[in-house]
C-alpha cells in the first residue's frame, strides 16, 4: 500500500460522497431547477474526483490521458444538457404560468 | 486493493437505485429525465470503477460510448418535447 493508493481510496472516496449528495439532492429538492443543480454537482465534481483517484491508481500515462478525456466529455456533456433542460423548464414556465 | 473499487461501484449502484425513485414520482417529464442524466454520469463512474477493479480496459471505451450516448438522449428529449413556439415568440 503506497502513499498513491492511499490518495486514491481518498478521492474515490469524496467522489462517492458527491454521487450520494447528487442523489439526495435529486431527491429532496423542491423543483426541477434545482435538481439541475444538484445533477451538475454529481456530474462535474463526483466523476472528477473519482477520475482523479483512478489516475492516482493507475499511473501509467495512456490510461491517465484517457480518463481525464472522458471526464473532459461529461463536463462537456453535462453542461450542454444541462443547458437545454433548463431552456426547456423555462419554455414550459413561460407556457403555462398559472401551473407554478 | 481492487476490493476498494469494487465496494465503491457497488455503493455507487445503490445511489442508482435510491434515484429510480425520482423517476416513478417525478412530477413533469423534465424531473425525469434529469435523473436519467444522474444515472447516465453514475454508470460512466461505474464503468471507470470496474476498468480499474478488474483489469478491463475496454470498459473504459464503455464509458465514453455512455457519455456520448447521454449528450444525445437529452438533445433529442428537448427536440420531441419542444413547446409549440421555440424562443417565446406568441
Known amino acids: ?100 | 486493493m481492487h476490493h476498494f473499487y469494487l465496494l465503491m461501484a457497488m455503493f455507487l449502484f445503490l445511489t442508482i437505485l435510491a434515484g429510480l425513485l425520482r423517476v416513478f414520482i417525478g412530477p413533469t417529464k423534465a424531473d425525469r429525465m434529469l435523473a436519467a442524466q444522474l444515472f447516465t454520469t453514475t454508470g460512466t463512474a461505474i464503468c471507470l470503477l470496474l476498468a480499474e477493479a478488474l483489469q478491463l480496459d475496454g470498459v473504459r471505451d464503455t464509458a465514453l460510448v455512455f457519455v456520448i450516448l447521454s449528450i444525445m438522449a437529452v438533445a433529442a428529449f428537448v427536440r420531441r418535447l419542444e413547446p409549440k413556439n421555440p424562443g417565446g415568440e406568441p
Open chain 1, 1 to 100: 500500500m503506497t502513499i498513491w493508493n492511499i490518495f486514491s481510496i481518498l478521492f474515490c472516496l469524496a467522489g462517492g460522497a458527491f454521487f450520494l449528495a447528487g442523489v439526495v439532492g435529486m431527491l429532496r429538492f423542491p423543483d426541477a431547477m434545482s435538481r439541475l443543480h444538484a445533477l451538475t454537482k454529481a456530474d462535474n465534481l463526483g466523476l472528477g474526483f473519482i477520475v482523479v483517484g483512478l489516475c492516482l491508481r493507475s499511473l501509467v500515462v495512456p490510461v491517465i490521458i484517457k480518463l481525464l478525456l472522458i471526464w473532459l466529455t461529461v463536463l462537456l456533456a453535462s453542461s450542454t444538457a444541462c443547458f437545454l433542460v433548463g431552456n426547456y423548464i423555462l419554455q414550459e414556465a413561460e407556457e403555462k404560468p398559472q401551473e407554478n
